[in-house]
């Protein structure tokens, strides 16, 4: 198949506005690619790499050669060269890898570099995400759809889910089973503003449900397998970690049971129990000496969920089954902290003393509920205090893919309380509209002071207000704060850039989380 028939229906996803008509835009796509295409096809209308990452960034993508007049590209020979580009390393591999990007773009068509700069930045934002590929999938097989679902939440990729129903149909992914040792997608959360809302959405089947609480930890999100004396720990991103995680690796090691599957989140504590900032927990992800961090930045787990034990398999059990499963098999201190009650304002009491210990919040589940692997399914509700700044637009970058020709990433900042200047704090694209990006690219460029190809610097006149998850020190950005997931709430066209929030009042924010 050819690498430009995928961009162009990339391209009519992302202008569709119904799922049904994504999924059967995707579904004609992958009736046209050979079962060895398949997966391909499937992550790069996702938006995603099959290598996920390697190691392009936006700044290799600032000078790229003219694009070709006509389209000869296959999907495979796109894959193969991206496979290639991430796995040159050494010295002289910079100069080794623009020569190999420049080869693969010299081949491109227009449309498909716009593409391929989507991809490899990660702006492909079509909705083209599991839900419609599920779809696509079973449309393009002709299978049924909660075959695909299952499937995919066992396999924990689309590519193969893909390939197996075109090749093999509903018996091939029949095929499909949790195994121990190969990382399953992760139960994720659906988001309610405050402990009400959340409990309304958990007791909207059943009023008199009882609803179990945990803490939200804001650290990296494990699943851990073992199956005899092999033992490995992946990320929410199933990413294998188990050589930079010792401690998790004996932790699981020391339960009474031969094979399991538990869910958790692992973070690096202080001495009084609060949790270290953020990216001191991230840290153990990194690739080297992993007995040096475990001795700087060791890891305390909790465990949340049971998905398999000693040969029974529990994702379709009910959460309060899974939990006396877990409980059953870990001691107290491996266990979250957890809260069964009807009363709401235990629950909201629950919540407080959770954000009051350092943690993100809470997670509110229910007791009936499955493990919904990969989805955000009703039975687990999250609740986070929100944090707003009102920050100052200082710049802002061109974009990419679907937002080509519009100025999409904000530079942000907060007024510096000893000066007339401003403090940058960090970057985001997020929680644009079309309709407030078109408007922020005419003011904004209304307001340029300078420009290069990628950059517009601008009057800081724009006050936006940002939400934020928290704020993590910084050795990046001057008032050596950054925020972490940012996005766009509103301008504020009411305020003026003297009214927004200054470096005190960030430092403030930082210091209570």
């Keep these: 198949m050819l690498f430009y028939d995928v961009a162009v229906v990339s391209s009519r996803v992302a202008a569709e506005a119904g ?27 996702a938006g995603a790499l099959t290598q996920r990452q390697i190691g392009v960034g936006p700044a290799a993508l600032r000078a790229l050669p003219e694009p070709a007049t006509e389209p000869g590209l296959t999907v495979l020979e796109v894959d193969a060269a ?73 396999r924990g990729a689309a590519g193969p889910v893909a390939a197996a129903a075109l090749s093999g149909g509903a018996g091939a992914l029949a095929g499909f089973g949790l195994e ?27 009023v008199h449900a009882l609803v179990a609480l ?33 401690e998790l690796v004996e932790t699981v090691r020391a339960l009474p049971v031969r094979s399991v599957v538990l869910d958790g989140e692992a973070i690096a504590l202080r001495p009084d129990g609060r949790p270290h900032p953020f990216q001191l927990t991230a840290s153990r992800t990194g690739t080297h000496d992993a007995a040096r961090l475990r001795a700087e930045t060791p890891l305390t787990v909790y465990l949340f969920d049971a998905l398999h034990v000693a040969g029974a398999d529990l994702i379709d059990r009910p959460g309060a089954e899974r939990w006396a499963a877990l409980a059953a098999l870990a001691p107290a201190e491996l266990l979250v902290p957890r809260l069964v009650t009807d009363d709401d304002a235990a629950a909201d009491a629950f919540f407080a003393d959770a954000v009051a210990r350092g943690h993100e919040g809470v997670v509110a589940k229910s007791l009936d509920s499955p493990y919904t692997a990969g989805r955000r399914g009703a039975g687990w509700v999250k609740v986070k205090p929100r944090h707003t700044l009102d920050l ?7 974009g990419h893919g679907r937002r080509r020709g519009t100025l999409s990433n904000l530079h942000l900042g907060a007024r510096d309380p000893g000066g007339d200047g401003f403090v940058m704090l960090g970057k985001t694209f997020k929680g644009l509209t079309d309709e407030l990006l078109a408007w922020q690219t005419e003011r904004l460029q209304e307001l340029a002071v300078r420009r290069d190809d990628w950059t517009v610097w601008v009057r800081p006149e724009l006050v936006v207000e940002i939400a934020f998850d928290g704020l993590q020190t910084s050795t990046r950005y001057p008032g050596g704060l950054a925020l972490r997931f940012a996005r766009v709430v509103r301008y504020r066209e009411d305020k003026t850039a003297a009214e927004a929030d200054d470096m005190d009042t960030v430092r403030e924010v930082a210091e209570r989380n």
Excluded at 187 to 193: F, G, K, Q, V, Y
Excluded at 392 to 398: G, K, N, Q, R
């Design 19 to 45: 799922r049904t008509a994504k999924a059967e835009l995707v579904a004609g796509c992958l009736r046209r690619a050979d079962p060895a295409e398949a997966g391909v096809v499937v992550a790069y209308l």
């Design 82 to 154: 991206l496979a290639a580009i991430g796995a040159t390393t050494g010295a002289g591999s910079q100069a080794a890898r623009r020569e190999l990007l420049a080869a693969l773009f010299a081949r491109a068509t227009a449309v498909e570099q716009r593409f391929l700069v989507g991809l490899l930045v990660g702006e492909v934002r079509q909705g083209a995400l599991d839900g419609v590929m599920a779809d696509a999938i079973a449309r393009a097989a002709e299978v049924p759809v909660p075959a695909v679902r299952r499937a995919l939440m066992l």
């Design 392 to 398: 100052v637009v200082l710049a802002a970058e061109w």
């Design 214 to 246: 945990e803490w939200k930890i804001d650290g990296i999100r494990v699943q851990l397998h073992r199956d005899g004396d092999r033992i490995a720990v992946f990320t929410r991103s199933l990413d294998d970690i188990t050589a930079r995680v010792p």
């Design 180 to 206: 121990v040792g190969h990382a399953v997608r992760p139960m994720l959360a659906a988001a309610a503003p405050d402990v009400p809302a959340a409990l309304a959405k958990l007791r909207a089947k059943d």
